[in-house]
């Protein structure tokens, strides 16, 4: 997400680009109702609040579109029962749509949890949302009125988000390390859930994610010596949860940013997919993967030597491959285009 505030006739309007599985949307928020306090809940007790929804709050939202509230503006009411109760739900179970930009059940109470990436959309209103709170959004595809995977016409939606209330959750920085692991692996297994099912841009959003709390899993400790770090390896006995070695951590850091760059590739992002598989093989040079992912994401931007130095990678750590054996063969055809076609435009410019 990445927000901009502006200031139009006295309202403030937060802007920002979220992902849904049509692609890329800007979004406009315009706050049009301040909410009442002391709708946190905290394990059934209400507590006071300044409060707003952290990673890991269960959030009661309901969406509606423009079209679901009355004349006079305002919401078409359902049942508004007690919002603590409400809360015990363990958050949203219902499907990703591939054709849906909101992702949550219209004019529905909805229990959501924070961070996930469920509904990117509705999550990053409710970030800036007190309980009790009311918002207008205006959503515009960034690709100027195409889906972005089959380029067909979108029309802009306008709708309203409510955050009746929610529970505690926690900064990233206030987590343990535990904690943050356990996050990083449901993101991980989430993106590849969603990029089997097809959800492209939903599993690019949830190797995102990983990638960002895994950057701050270990800290300084990233460096240290592998026998170090299993002298100093922590296990968490409430969750059972054991901290990876240093080594493992790279490796996944180097998984995460291969997956990051398959999907990129299938966005025909090449630039974006060139820099994740970079970094995946200077993480891990042995994965094989990265570097194919590496060799088609040059020959995209027509890097071409670039591309032949990552196959040749690739055949290092595969002999068999005929992948690479393949990409080569087309490089060497592109070549073999490009100089001929050089040398007829300087045979006309000297003739």
Same mark, same amino acid.
């Given at each position: 997400?990445? !927000?901009?505030?502006?200031?139009?006739?006295?309202?403030?309007?937060? %802007?920002?680009?979220?992902? =849904?599985?049509?692609?890329?949307?800007? $979004?406009?928020?315009?706050?049009?109702?301040?909410?009442?306090?002391?709708?946190?809940?905290?394990?059934?007790?209400?507590?006071?609040?300044?409060?707003?929804?952290?990673?890991?709050?269960? =959030?009661?939202?309901?969406?509606?579109?423009?079209?679901?509230?009355?004349?006079?503006?305002?919401?078409?009411?359902?049942?508004?029962?007690?919002?603590?109760?409400?809360?015990?739900?363990?958050?949203?179970?219902? !499907?990703?749509?591939?054709?849906?930009?909101?992702?949550?059940?219209?004019?529905?109470?909805?229990?959501?949890?924070?961070?996930?990436?469920? =509904?990117?959309?509705?999550? @990053?209103?409710?970030?800036?949302?007190?309980?009790?709170? @009311?918002?207008?959004?205006?959503?515009? !595809? /960034?690709? %100027?009125?195409?889906?972005?995977?089959?380029?067909? !016409? $979108?029309?802009?939606?306008?709708?309203? $988000? &409510? *955050?009746?209330?929610?529970?505690?959750?926690?900064? %990233?920085?206030?987590?343990?390390?535990? &904690?943050?692991? &356990?996050?990083?692996?449901?993101?991980?297994?989430?993106?590849?859930?969603?990029?089997?099912?097809?959800?492209?841009?939903?599993? @690019?959003?949830?190797?995102?994610?990983? #990638?960002? +709390? /895994?950057?701050?899993?270990?800290?300084?400790?990233?460096?240290?010596?592998?026998?170090?770090?299993?002298?100093?390896?922590?296990?968490?006995?409430?969750?059972?949860?054991?901290?990876?070695?240093?080594?493992?951590?790279?490796?996944?850091?180097?998984? *995460?940013?291969?997956?990051?760059?398959?999907?990129?590739?299938?966005?025909?992002?090449?630039?974006?997919?060139?820099? %994740?598989?970079?970094?995946?093989?200077? *993480?891990?040079?042995?994965?094989?993967?990265?570097?194919?992912? +590496?060799?088609?994401?040059?020959?995209?931007?027509?890097?071409?030597? &670039? @591309?032949?130095?990552?196959?040749?990678?690739?055949?290092?750590?595969?002999?068999?491959?005929?992948?690479?054996?393949?990409?080569?063969?087309?490089?060497?055809?592109?070549?073999?285009?490009?100089?001929?076609?050089?040398?007829?435009? #300087?045979?006309?410019?000297?003739?």
């Amino acid at each position: 997400m990445d !927000p901009v505030n502006g200031d139009h006739d006295g309202v403030e309007i937060t %802007s920002w680009v979220s992902v =849904c599985p049509r692609g890329l949307w800007t $979004v406009q928020k315009k706050l049009t109702q301040s909410g009442s306090q002391h709708k946190v809940y905290n394990h059934g007790e209400v507590l006071s609040s300044g409060y707003k929804p952290r990673l890991g709050s269960l =959030c009661l939202v309901r969406v509606h579109l423009k079209a679901d509230t009355d004349d006079a503006g305002t919401f078409i009411k359902g049942d508004e029962t007690n919002q603590g109760d409400r809360l015990d739900a363990p958050g949203a179970e219902f !499907p990703r749509c591939q054709d849906c930009v909101l992702q949550v059940p219209l004019g529905d109470w909805t229990t959501l949890r924070l961070g996930e990436g469920h =509904c990117d959309v509705t999550e @990053a209103c409710v970030e800036g949302m007190r309980a009790g709170d @009311a918002c207008e959004i205006r959503l515009t !595809p /960034v690709n %100027s009125g195409a889906d972005m995977l089959n380029s067909q !016409p $979108v029309e802009e939606i306008c709708a309203t $988000v &409510e *955050l009746q209330a929610f529970t505690t959750g926690k900064e %990233s920085w206030q987590m343990s390390p535990g &904690e943050k692991w &356990e996050w990083v692996r449901s993101h991980k297994a989430r993106g590849g859930e969603r990029f089997r099912s097809g959800d492209v841009w939903g599993a @690019a959003d949830s190797y995102s994610r990983a #990638l960002k +709390l /895994v950057i701050t899993l270990r800290g300084c400790e990233v460096d240290r010596e592998e026998q170090d770090i299993e002298e100093q390896r922590v296990t968490y006995t409430e969750d059972e949860t054991t901290l990876p070695t240093v080594n493992q951590l790279q490796s996944l850091k180097a998984e *995460l940013h291969s997956n990051l760059s398959l999907c990129q590739l299938k966005l025909k992002q090449p630039v974006r997919a060139k820099e %994740s598989a970079e970094k995946a093989t200077q *993480l891990e040079p042995g994965g094989a993967k990265a570097w194919y992912r +590496l060799g088609q994401a040059c020959q995209m931007v027509n890097e071409l030597e &670039e @591309a032949r130095l990552a196959f040749r990678e690739l055949l290092k750590l595969q002999p068999e491959s005929t992948a690479a054996v393949k990409a080569l063969k087309e490089i060497a055809s592109r070549e073999k285009q490009t100089n001929a076609q050089l040398g007829k435009r #300087l045979s006309k410019m000297f003739s």
